[in-house]
């Protein structure tokens, strides 16, 4: 079936944190962190309506000001999510230029900027280019625990990792994944409409096969026949992103529960194993640390990124590191690419 997304690592293992989510339908996308943007043309940044902030060290939010500067005479509104403190540090972002050029006839841009305190969203603020960027706060939207955004098709969770500051790790998860068989419709003589739509929100809320659908000009028809024979039912894709922890088990456990059965699971791999002191004293995982956590999250695909400028000239090494922790005794020589290690996929 085709994916909801397809992410990739913004820059090489070796350069700022960030993941683009490219949504296959819909031109839109959405950004895992906002450190050095460059490798993005205005046409992939113009489409991004949410921006997820892991926190606000300089390598994972330089950006922003690239990606405002792009957006502000354009309506689509942006989003941006960040751990406590962030409204202020947006706040302050935005003060630090003169705005007297906008004003009532300035194109309507909103940025709305949300905190997860690691439990739930928990203040909200708006800032209307029209109001000069004057902060607004708002009551911050009512999502279930955990969770920073929620849509028809998605939900993007949130949970509050160690860095000796909170550092947040998101994870994109798809709906319940439902496709009409259009040779199957046809077969059966069932008209397109927007009954199909129906039967696929009561397939995604679990309703039973006794559930009764209305087709037009066929009376009710039973949802389990309609499963059985004219949709096709898949686990929706799952994508996760991990930077900047500190190996604890508090970190460990929750970037399992985050990264549980991910497609595509991106965490940062700084450090080498031998130098793990050095990794513990600025609180980030090492290579073979990342690769542990992957396996047992049961992560279909691994890719490391973040390495510390120490290694330059040597992305391989971390890259075999988090390789063998994630599938030992695989025999594949790890493929230098972001996306490397593989494993159960074809
Ligand atoms: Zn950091
Ligand atoms: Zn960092």
């Known amino acids: 079936m085709t994916q909801l997304v397809q992410p990739r690592l913004v820059n090489p293992p070796d350069g700022d944190p960030g993941v683009y989510l490219d949504f296959r339908f819909g031109r839109r996308a959405m950004l895992f962190d906002l450190g050095?943007?460059?490798?993005?043309?205005?046409?992939?940044?113009?489409?991004?309506?949410?921006?997820?902030?892991?926190?606000?060290?300089?390598?994972?939010?330089?950006?922003?000001?690239?990606?405002?500067?792009?957006?502000?005479?354009?309506?689509?509104?942006?989003?941006?999510?960040?751990?406590?403190?962030?409204?202020?540090?947006?706040?302050?972002?935005?003060?630090?230029?003169?705005?007297?050029?906008?004003?009532?006839?300035?194109?309507?841009?909103?940025?709305?900027?949300?905190?997860?305190?690691?439990?739930?969203?928990?203040?909200?603020?708006?800032?209307?280019?029209?109001?000069?960027?004057?902060?607004?706060?708002?009551?911050?939207?009512?999502?279930?625990?955990?969770?920073?955004?929620?849509?028809?098709?998605?939900?993007?969770?949130?949970?509050?990792?160690?860095?000796?500051?909170?550092?947040?790790a998101f994870a994109l998860r798809e709906a319940v994944r439902v496709n009409v068989w259009r040779t199957a419709l046809d077969d059966l003589g069932l008209p397109v409409g927007p009954w199909l739509d129906e039967a696929k929100t009561a397939i995604r809320a679990g309703a039973s096969d006794g559930h009764m659908v209305a087709v037009p000009g066929h009376g009710a028809m039973p949802l389990g026949e309609l499963r059985a024979r004219v949709f096709r039912i898949g686990q929706g894709q799952r994508v996760a992103y991990v930077t900047d922890a500190a190996d604890t088990a508090a970190n460990r456990a929750r970037i399992v529960e985050i990264a549980r059965d991910a497609d595509h699971l991106f965490i940062e791999t700084p450090f080498l194993e031998a130098d793990r002191d050095l990794a513990a004293a600025t609180a980030h995982l090492t290579a073979r640390a990342a690769g542990e956590i992957a396996r047992a999250a049961g992560a279909r695909r691994v890719a490391g990124f973040h390495h510390s400028a120490r290694y330059t000239g040597q992305s391989e090494a971390l890259a075999a590191e988090l390789a063998k922790a994630f599938a030992p005794g695989s025999t594949t020589a790890p493929d230098p690419s972001p996306s490397a290690a593989d494993r159960g996929a074809p």
């Open 36 to 168: 050095d943007l460059a490798p993005l043309g205005p046409r992939e940044l113009l489409r991004v309506s949410h921006a997820f902030v892991s926190h606000a060290h300089m390598d994972h939010v330089a950006s922003f000001d690239h990606l405002l500067r792009l957006r502000l005479h354009r309506p689509q509104p942006l989003a941006v999510i960040g751990p406590e403190g962030f409204l202020r540090q947006v706040e302050n972002r935005l003060g630090a230029f003169t705005w007297n050029l906008l004003g009532a006839d300035s194109v309507d841009f909103r940025l709305t900027a949300h905190e997860f305190d690691g439990a739930r969203l928990s203040a909200s603020a708006e800032f209307r280019a029209r109001e000069a960027f004057r902060r607004r706060d708002l009551p911050p939207p009512t999502l279930g625990d955990g969770v920073v955004v929620s849509e028809d098709d998605f939900t993007v969770e949130a949970v509050a990792l160690d860095h000796r500051i909170p550092s947040l």
